[in-house]
C-alpha cells in the first residue's frame, strides 16, 4: 500500500464500472502508470453495470458484421437466426424519439457513428457477446427473429462483462485500489496533481496528473433526486449500487465544470413493489434484474384508483421502460398493477416466474380483485371488461412486429398486442418505480474532456459513463448505456494519456 501512496500516477480513474474499466484498459495502450480507485469495498464492486443485463445497442448492417464478436457464432442456433440489420439511420431515429422535438445532439451523433467500433474494440480486449434470445427474439416460422435493434449481451451479463474488463486492466498492468473514496480533486498551478480520498477510513492524498470521473449519478442520493427530479422520487427503489451519490459531479463543479443535459431526466422502469430498496448483489447476476417488471406490452397496468395510465403497446419494450417507471412513480401512492391471463404467462420474461415474484392469482378477475386491498375493485373490474370488450379481434396476435392489434373507443387505447384478459388463471404483479440512473451530468467533448463555464476545457479531467450529460434527456432506447460508457470510457482514457505525454 506505501508503494501505491508514494508513486505519482499519470491517470487515475474513480470508480470500477463498465465506463471506467474502458478508461484504463484504454489508458493502458498507451501508458503503464494507471490507478483505479473504488468506494465500495470488494464485495459491492463495478457500480450499476454489475446490476445490467449486460446487452449493448450498437448499429450493424448484417449478420457478418457480428460474427466476430460472439463467443460461439459456430453455435448451431446462429445459422438459423435472423439478426436483421440496425443501422446508423434506425439507431439516430431512435435516439432522436426521445429528445421531445429537439435535433440530436453532438454527443449523440458521435455516440452512433462509433457504436460498432467500441463493441469491436471491446471483442479485441477479450469482451465477448452473446445472442439475446431470451428477451429479443421470437420464433417465427422455425426461424429465430430478433426484434427492436437490441441484439447482443456480454457473456455472463453485466457483472460478467465488468469481470472480464477488470481482468484485462490488471493483466494490462493497471492497479485498482478498494474501499477508497474520492473527496476531492486537488489543483496545483491550475494544473491536476492528485485526489483527497478516504482509503480505508484514513484521509489521505493519491498523486496523479490526471483524473477520470466515472463514479455514476447521483440515483443512490435522496435528497439530489428529491432536488432535481422532484418531491416524489424520494420513494423510488434503487435498482443498482447504493454508492453513486454525485460525488464525482460536485468535485467536477469545484474545478469550475458545467453541467449539462436533462438533470430533470432519469432512467426508470417498472419494479417489484416489494424489492429491497437497493439492488441485491447477493442474488446469482442472472437474477440481479428479475425486480423488474418489464412485460407490461402483453397485459395492462392499472393504478390505485383501477385506471390504465399508459398505452402498454406503444412500442416495443426497448423503447417505453425507461420511461414507463416514471409514469408509475406519478400514480397515486406511486404504485400500480400489471395484469395478464393464462394465455399470456409463456411469454412473459423470466422475472415474472422466479420464486420470489410478488403477484396474487385467482380463477376469476373478481376473486382476484379481492385480494388486492389497495386498488379501487370496482373502477379496475369495470376498467378490465371495458378493455376485453374494446380489443380488435379481427388481427393476429404476433409479438414479433408492432402487431397494429389494438383497442377502439377506448380513452386510452392500446396500440399493438392487446389481446383480452379472458383465460384463467389470471395474475396481477404490484410494481413500483425502480431508478437506474440520472441524465444529468457533465458537459463534455468528443475526447471526453470535461468542460468549464466559459466553454474550455478543464486541463487534465475527463469523465465517462453516467457522469457524461448533454446524451440522453427523456428516454433512451435500452442497451444505449453501456454502449455510451464503453465509447466514453475509451476516448477519456485514451485522452488522459495522450495528455501526460505533453507535460
Same mark, same amino acid.
Given at each position: 500500500?506505501?508503494?501505491?501512496?508514494?508513486?505519482?500516477?499519470?491517470?487515475?480513474?474513480?470508480?470500477?464500472?463498465?465506463?471506467?474499466?474502458?478508461?484504463?484498459?484504454?489508458? *493502458?495502450?498507451?501508458?503503464?502508470?494507471?490507478?483505479?480507485?473504488?468506494?465500495?469495498?470488494?464485495?459491492?464492486?463495478?457500480?450499476?453495470?454489475?446490476?445490467? %443485463?449486460?446487452?449493448?445497442?450498437?448499429?450493424?448492417?448484417?449478420?457478418?458484421?457480428?460474427?466476430?464478436?460472439?463467443?460461439?457464432?459456430?453455435?448451431?442456433?446462429?445459422?438459423?437466426?435472423?439478426?436483421?440489420?440496425?443501422?446508423?439511420?434506425?439507431?439516430?431515429?431512435?435516439?432522436?424519439?426521445?429528445?421531445?422535438?429537439?435535433?440530436?445532439?453532438?454527443?449523440?451523433?458521435?455516440?452512433?457513428?462509433?457504436?460498432?467500433?467500441?463493441?469491436?474494440?471491446?471483442?479485441?480486449?477479450?469482451?465477448?457477446?452473446?445472442?439475446?434470445?431470451?428477451?429479443?427474439?421470437?420464433?417465427?416460422?422455425?426461424?429465430?427473429?430478433?426484434?427492436?435493434?437490441?441484439?447482443?449481451?456480454?457473456?455472463?451479463?453485466?457483472?460478467?462483462?465488468?469481470?472480464?474488463?477488470?481482468?484485462?486492466?490488471?493483466?494490462?498492468?493497471?492497479?485498482?485500489?478498494?474501499?477508497?473514496?474520492?473527496?476531492?480533486?486537488?489543483?496545483?498551478?491550475?494544473?491536476?496533481?492528485?485526489?483527497?480520498?478516504?482509503?480505508?477510513?484514513?484521509?489521505?492524498?493519491?498523486?496523479?496528473?490526471?483524473?477520470?470521473?466515472?463514479?455514476?449519478?447521483?440515483e443512490s442520493n435522496k435528497e439530489l433526486?428529491?432536488?432535481?427530479?422532484?418531491?416524489?422520487?424520494?420513494?423510488?427503489?434503487?435498482?443498482?449500487?447504493?454508492?453513486?451519490?454525485?460525488?464525482?459531479?460536485?468535485? %467536477?463543479?469545484?474545478?469550475?465544470?458545467?453541467?449539462?443535459?436533462?438533470?430533470?431526466?432519469?432512467?426508470?422502469?417498472?419494479?417489484?413493489?416489494?424489492?429491497?430498496?437497493?439492488?441485491?448483489?447477493?442474488?446469482?447476476?442472472?437474477?440481479?434484474?428479475?425486480?423488474?417488471?418489464?412485460?407490461?406490452?402483453?397485459?395492462?397496468?392499472?393504478?390505485?384508483?383501477?385506471?390504465?395510465?399508459?398505452?402498454?403497446?406503444?412500442?416495443?419494450?426497448?423503447?417505453?421502460?425507461?420511461?414507463?417507471?416514471?409514469?408509475?412513480?406519478?400514480?397515486?401512492?406511486?404504485? %400500480?398493477?400489471?395484469?395478464?391471463?393464462?394465455?399470456?404467462?409463456?411469454?412473459?420474461?423470466?422475472?415474472?416466474?422466479?420464486?420470489?415474484?410478488?403477484?396474487?392469482?385467482?380463477?376469476?378477475?373478481?376473486?382476484?380483485?379481492?385480494?388486492?386491498?389497495?386498488?379501487?375493485?370496482?373502477?379496475?373490474?369495470?376498467?378490465?371488461?371495458?378493455?376485453?370488450?374494446?380489443?380488435?379481434?379481427?388481427?393476429?396476435?404476433?409479438?414479433?412486429?408492432?402487431?397494429?392489434?389494438?383497442?377502439?373507443?377506448?380513452?386510452l387505447n392500446k396500440t399493438n398486442w392487446?389481446?383480452?384478459?379472458?383465460?384463467?388463471?389470471?395474475?396481477?404483479?404490484?410494481?413500483?418505480?425502480?431508478?437506474?440512473?440520472?441524465?444529468?451530468? *457533465?458537459?463534455?467533448?468528443?475526447?471526453?474532456?470535461?468542460?468549464?463555464?466559459?466553454?474550455?476545457?478543464?486541463?487534465?479531467?475527463?469523465?465517462?459513463?453516467?457522469?457524461?450529460?448533454?446524451?440522453?434527456?427523456?428516454?433512451?432506447?435500452?442497451?444505449?448505456?453501456?454502449?455510451?460508457?464503453?465509447?466514453?470510457?475509451?476516448?477519456?482514457?485514451?485522452? %488522459?494519456?495522450?495528455?501526460?505525454?505533453?507535460?
Amino acid at each position: 500500500m506505501n508503494a501505491i501512496l508514494n508513486k505519482i500516477y499519470d491517470v487515475i480513474i474513480i470508480g470500477s464500472g463498465n465506463a471506467a474499466l474502458c478508461a484504463g484498459i484504454s489508458a *493502458l495502450e498507451t501508458n503503464q502508470n494507471v490507478l483505479i480507485i473504488e468506494k465500495a469495498d470488494e464485495k459491492e464492486w463495478g457500480g450499476n453495470s454489475r446490476y445490467t %443485463a449486460g446487452a449493448m445497442r450498437f448499429a450493424y448492417d448484417s449478420n457478418e458484421d457480428l460474427m466476430n464478436l460472439l463467443k460461439n457464432p459456430t453455435e448451431e442456433r446462429i445459422a438459423n437466426t435472423d439478426f436483421g440489420s440496425y443501422t446508423k439511420e434506425k439507431f439516430k431515429a431512435d435516439l432522436l424519439h426521445f429528445n421531445e422535438g429537439e435535433p440530436l445532439a453532438e454527443l449523440q451523433e458521435f455516440l452512433v457513428e462509433n457504436s460498432l467500433d467500441t463493441i469491436q474494440w471491446l471483442a479485441s480486449h477479450n469482451i465477448k457477446f452473446d445472442p439475446i434470445y431470451s428477451r429479443q427474439s421470437f420464433i417465427k416460422d422455425g426461424k429465430y427473429i430478433f426484434w427492436g435493434g437490441l441484439t447482443l449481451e456480454a457473456e455472463g451479463e453485466g457483472d460478467g462483462l465488468v469481470s472480464d474488463e477488470r481482468k484485462e486492466f490488471l493483466s494490462l498492468g493497471g492497479a485498482l485500489i478498494y474501499n477508497c473514496e474520492a473527496l476531492e480533486i486537488i489543483q496545483t498551478n491550475n494544473q491536476i496533481s492528485g485526489i483527497k480520498c478516504l482509503l480505508d477510513g484514513n484521509e489521505t492524498v493519491l498523486n496523479c496528473k490526471t483524473v477520470v470521473l466515472g463514479c455514476g449519478g447521483f440515483e443512490s442520493n435522496k435528497e439530489l433526486r428529491e432536488k432535481y427530479l422532484g418531491p416524489d422520487w424520494g420513494k423510488a427503489k434503487v435498482r443498482g449500487t447504493r454508492h453513486n451519490m454525485g460525488k464525482g459531479i460536485e468535485m %467536477a463543479q469545484k474545478l469550475g465544470a458545467v453541467l449539462s443535459g436533462n438533470f430533470s431526466g432519469c432512467h426508470a422502469v417498472p419494479m417489484d413493489r416489494f424489492m429491497p430498496d437497493y439492488g441485491n448483489l447477493n442474488l446469482p447476476h442472472i437474477e440481479r434484474k428479475h425486480y423488474r417488471k418489464i412485460s407490461y406490452l402483453f397485459g395492462i397496468m392499472l393504478n390505485q384508483e383501477g385506471n390504465r395510465f399508459v398505452d402498454e403497446g406503444l412500442d416495443f419494450r426497448n423503447y417505453t421502460y425507461a420511461q414507463f417507471g416514471k409514469a408509475v412513480l406519478e400514480q397515486p401512492n406511486s404504485i %400500480a398493477w400489471q395484469f395478464f391471463d393464462k394465455k399470456n404467462f409463456d411469454i412473459l420474461y423470466s422475472e415474472y416466474k422466479t420464486n420470489d415474484a410478488s403477484f396474487y392469482e385467482a380463477d376469476t378477475i373478481e376473486a382476484l380483485l379481492e385480494q388486492i386491498e389497495d386498488i379501487d375493485q370496482q373502477s379496475a373490474l369495470k376498467t378490465i371488461k371495458s378493455y376485453n370488450a374494446s380489443v380488435d379481434k379481427s388481427t393476429a396476435f404476433d409479438p414479433t412486429i408492432k402487431d397494429g392489434k389494438s383497442t377502439k373507443g377506448l380513452v386510452l387505447n392500446k396500440t399493438n398486442w392487446a389481446t383480452t384478459i379472458d383465460q384463467a388463471p389470471f395474475r396481477a404483479y404490484p410494481v413500483t418505480a425502480g431508478i437506474t440512473f440520472t441524465y444529468g451530468g *457533465l458537459k463534455v467533448n468528443k475526447k471526453a474532456e470535461v468542460i468549464d463555464t466559459n466553454g474550455n476545457v478543464i486541463p487534465g479531467l475527463y469523465a465517462c459513463g453516467e457522469m457524461v450529460g448533454g446524451l440522453f434527456f427523456y428516454g433512451y432506447p435500452g442497451g444505449s448505456g453501456l454502449t455510451s460508457g464503453s465509447l466514453f470510457g475509451r476516448y477519456a482514457g485514451k485522452s %488522459a494519456a495522450k495528455f501526460c505525454t505533453t507535460l
